[in-house]
């Protein structure tokens, strides 16, 4: 199982940005797929980001054009850098990983609240 820590939630005002990171327990280039999603209150949980272990990228619709996920193999971490953030993107934020051992594991999660 891949141990997750995300770090870099807080609180900012609309417009600003934040960089969320997470470290992975092993080599990332071994996850097929990391990925980044969020649980806003009283919603359901919902993918942001993703990225595979070949580089592909897919954004939810709410997020392209202000959103990039990157990966960093070198130091096993996956980070989402969120710009122009809105009121609505106030939500608990997940790193999720995949294998096709399988295994699948998410992290304790970070809060990014974003004020109007």
């Known amino acids: 199982q891949v141990q997750l820590v995300e770090s870099g939630g807080d609180l900012v005002q609309a417009g600003g940005s934040l960089r969320l990171s997470c470290a992975a327990s092993?080599?990332?280039?071994?996850?097929?797929?990391m990925a980044w999603h969020r649980q806003a209150p009283g919603k359901q949980r919902e993918l942001v980001a993703r990225?595979?272990?070949?580089?592909?990228?897919n954004y939810a619709d709410a997020v392209k054009g202000r959103f990039t996920i990157s990966r960093d193999t070198a130091k096993n971490t996956v980070a989402l850098q969120m710009n122009s953030l809105k009121p609505e993107d106030t939500a608990v934020y997940y790193c999720?990983?995949?294998?096709?051992?399988?295994?699948?594991?998410w992290g304790q999660g970070t809060q990014v609240t974003v004020s109007s």
């Open positions: 999720y990983a995949f294998t096709r051992r399988p295994t699948s594991s």
């Open positions: 092993e080599n990332i280039s071994s996850i097929d797929v």
């Open positions: 990225i595979t272990s070949s580089g592909s990228i």
